[in-house]
């Protein structure tokens, strides 16, 4: 296990390394500075900031110079907030992104297993047709439809919940609604598949011979096998969901880390969509190596090798 | 549970919801003004920010020499300073109130003015504002590294509460220039005690905040709420009417909108420009349409064949019916564009050249060598990307060609991408806006001044640039407005950009806010905002 794990995160290093590079000479390439506005400013002014952030000097210079910095946590000024550095921007909108995030998953594990479970034991009946209809219509609506829709129903109409802002516990059901209802129907889906697939196996049989009740068949022994699409699926998604997503958040007023990733690009902020990406890479990679050690858990098979 | 109870449940929780009071209602009762502030502020320091939302908080926090008045944008008020004199509108002298104290304790004085002019033109701090006080003697040859000695600066301290300024030139209306937060002081003590004074990013406004304004920063969360409250410190507190405001910088108008029908905002910065219609058919008070000191227009390259001829430039402009562009597409009352700088100011009235003329609009062409459009190449009009920008420009593709049969292509980029042709000239015909900095004709007139930077259709006329400096020589107002409607006639001839509409600012405000009265820059004084109790 231990092996596996360093293995992972040694591949990991190349991986972001070669993200680094990429994202480093992208963003460099793009038309516009991050200093260019709709009010011209004067060509002394712009120099000044150029020389100020270090942007006259050559470009292997800064390739480097910002790698150090990235290796030792210690992040340049930001163009876009002057006096805030990338470390402070993630370290202060990340927990949130993060605890959206944990509440998306809750509400997607919640919805979409026990409802890929039922549609699974029902196979081919109304309680199969009906909420996998409704999982097929989560996938197509994307949250940019839900979000408003549950706004205006729970915000204004009922007045249960805010519609903006992320001050109390109560901000986060519609948010988290919104996110997660959307993975809920992925997942209610691919737990339906795998567990078509478990159910008519061999052993799910015999337990079923050993006259144990359906209940305790479905729950114990087919459910363990039947999530296993599940939990590949989540390793991506997961990485997805705790870095904040950018169109649940502007929708609600989040102050998360969705928002950031996408205006650091609009406002040319090198050092933020540097830190911004490499950040989520790693994430991802996290994800990743997680999700296979759950898969081990979850498989005796592949634990041998 | 039967369908009876749920309907039940449903109905009951709806009534209860009726008797609630919405955060708004409990704000209102405790003097709190929940405002929607657009987006994020990415600076509230006053030589950084370059942003309106920050502009909005720094109004709050800090003072200048000369306060806004709550009613009208052309009236200047004592702020920190109490009273003051000039010789030819040329040099100033400000008394600085002796009771005028920073939020810490700590009296300001004529040396903190001295320090933040300093501050703001220092060259490494690259403040995008610090131009607005090259009118200061000197001050342009120091911020450009010409001088390094300030004290040649136009700007003096004579004792704790005495300060002078010298200008370049007259200006007789100096003292509405003074309200832009450009001219704001800092805590030079503060300011030190986090970095330079000309460190970009000196963080002393996340650190502590010590202003001098009527209130003072109490909770500062970023893409969530500035919360500020009233300062004991201020001199002229007792007529501060509000106990605090909370400043929510909500980026989606659609989001914001929402907040504010859920009862969780007073005032919003915006409105949909779907939802104006509705809320005009449905009568709704809380709509407001205000004029706002600003033009939208379209730059011709004047450098680029066939623009460079005046009659083509026109040609465009005559053939552009502006009063269907602001009934049909803008629709948040925007006045069609009858001159370049907005209405408004008082004493000026230029001859309104710019109007809808298809006739002559062929004439002209036909004279300028296109009869019907006839060998006339296809040109291109940028925009950024943006619904309404898109709907404007294919407008007006249409009307050019049913109206002079020449075709254009409209091409959308991303901002960023957008402003770099802009700057690079690599463009024939593009959006842009203007909106002044102060109300007076010439923050619109100067900007197409043949060495102005924000002229990019290269336009130039000696005789405009003629006026336009006699004007800033001319001793009275009125003889300077007169100068400056003369060059306005000439730029309007020449028609180097293609005027459209005078913008508005579009807002909803909950009836209970009393004092808040249409400011065409839309630079606020809080003072006067109380609720009606």
């Known amino acids: ?305 | 549970m039967p369908m009876k109870a749920i309907a039940a449940t449903i109905l009951t929780l709806l009534l209860t919801h009726a008797a609630f009071a919405t955060p708004a209602d409990e704000a209102a009762k405790e003097g709190i003004l929940l405002l929607g502030n657009g987006s994020e502020p990415h600076s509230l320091d006053p030589h950084i920010n370059s942003s309106m939302n920050g502009h909005h908080v720094i109004m709050t926090l800090l003072e200048g020499l000369i306060a806004p008045s709550p009613t009208d944008d052309t009236i200047p008020l004592p702020g920190m300073a109490e009273s003051w004199e000039n010789e030819d509108f040329t040099k100033w002298t400000f008394k600085i109130r002796q009771n005028a104290k920073w939020s810490n304790g700590d009296p300001v004085t004529a040396h903190d003015f001295v320090y933040s002019f300093q501050r703001i033109l220092s060259p490494r701090l690259g403040s995008q504002y610090a131009e607005m006080l090259f009118n200061l003697k000197n001050a342009r040859a120091f911020n450009e590294g010409e001088i390094s000695d300030f004290s040649e600066v136009g700007t003096k301290a004579i004792d704790n509460h005495t300060l002078t300024i010298e200008l370049e030139g007259p200006i007789p209306y100096f003292l509405n220039i003074l309200k832009h937060s450009s001219f704001f002081p800092v805590h030079k003590a503060t300011v030190e005690k986090y970095g330079d004074m000309d460190d970009p990013t000196n963080n002393w406004i996340r650190e502590e905040y010590v202003g001098n304004g009527p209130y003072v920063l109490k909770n500062w969360q970023m893409n969530q709420i500035i919360e500020v409250a009233k300062s004991p410190t201020y001199w002229d507190s007792k007529d501060v009417l509000l106990n605090g405001i909370k400043f929510f910088p909500i980026a989606s108008e659609n989001t914001e909108d929402q907040t504010f029908n859920s009862g969780n905002l007073h005032y919003t910065y915006t409105v949909p420009s779907d939802m104006i219609q509705v809320y005009q058919d449905r009568n709704d008070k809380t709509l407001h349409l205000d004029p706002f000191f600003g033009t939208y227009f379209y730059v011709l390259n004047n450098k680029v064949p066939p623009l460079d001829n005046p009659k083509v430039r026109q040609a465009l402009s005559l053939a552009v019916n502006r009063n269907a562009i602001v009934r049909r597409i803008t629709k948040g009352g925007q006045t069609p564009a009858e001159f370049f700088t907005p209405p408004g100011v008082a004493g000026y009235s230029p001859e309104p050249l710019v109007s809808f003329n298809p006739a002559k609009a062929r004439e002209l062409l036909a004279e300028a060598g296109y009869p019907n459009g006839e060998g006339f190449p296809t040109l291109t009009i940028k925009f950024n990307t943006l619904e309404s920008h898109k709907a404007i420009a294919e407008a007006i593709q249409q009307m050019w060609k049913k109206i002079l049969g020449i075709d254009v292509d409209i091409r959308n980029q991303e901002w960023k991408v957008y402003i770099n042709s802009m700057q690079e000239g690599d463009f024939q015909i593009a959006r842009y806006a203007w909106i002044g900095d102060y109300l007076h004709p010439d923050t619109f007139l100067r900007i197409m001044q043949s060495d102005s930077g924000q002229n990019d259709a290269s336009y130039s006329n000696p005789e405009y640039d003629r006026l336009i400096a006699q004007s800033f020589i001319e001793n009275s107002d009125e003889k300077r407005l007169e100068l400056l409607a003369e060059a306005e006639k000439i730029l309007l001839t020449d028609m180097p950009v293609i005027p459209i509409y005078h913008y508005t600012r579009v807002y909803r405000i909950d009836p209970r806010v009393k004092g808040w009265h249409s400011s065409p820059l839309d630079i606020r004084n809080y003072k006067g905002i109380y609720f009606e109790n």
């Open chain 1, 1 to 305: 296990m231990l092996r596996f794990f360093l293995i992972r995160l040694g591949q990991s290093i190349p991986t972001l390394l070669a993200i680094y590079t990429i994202t480093f000479f992208m963003v460099r390439s793009a038309p516009g500075g991050p200093f260019s506005q709709e009010r011209k400013v004067a060509p002394h002014i712009i120099e000044a900031q150029m020389e100020y952030y270090g942007f006259n000097d050559p470009v292997y210079v800064q390739y480097f110079r910002s790698l150090e910095q990235h290796l030792t946590f210690d992040f340049p000024p930001l163009t876009s907030y002057p006096g805030l550095t990338a470390g402070d921007i993630i370290g202060e909108s990340f927990p949130v992104s993060l605890e959206l995030g944990i509440w998306a998953l809750l509400v997607a594990l919640l919805f979409g297993i026990p409802t890929g479970v039922l549609a699974a034991t029902k196979q081919n009946t109304a309680a199969d047709y009906a909420p996998m209809s409704m999982a097929m219509l989560g996938i197509c609506l994307p949250t940019f439809v839900i979000g408003p829709l549950l706004a205006l129903f729970f915000g204004v109409w009922l007045g249960w919940f805010k519609v903006s802002g992320w001050f109390d516990l109560s901000d986060r059901i519609l948010p988290a609604l919104t996110l997660g209802l959307f993975y809920a129907a992925y997942v209610a889906r691919l737990t339906r598949v795998g567990m078509l697939e478990v159910l008519g196996m061999d052993y799910v049989r015999t337990a079923r011979a050993k006259g144990l009740p359906e209940r305790i068949v479905v729950l114990k022994h087919a459910l363990r096998g039947g999530v296993m699409p599940v939990v590949s699926f989540l390793g991506p998604a997961l990485a997805g969901l705790v870095s904040g997503s950018f169109v649940v958040e502007t929708i609600f007023q989040v102050p998360g880390l969705g928002r950031h990733f996408v205006q650091a690009a609009l406002s040319r902020d090198h050092s933020l969509v540097l830190s911004t990406v490499l950040f989520y890479a790693a994430l991802i990679i996290l994800a990743n190596v997680a999700v296979d050690a759950a898969q081990i858990l979850l498989n005796p098979k592949l634990r041998k090798r």
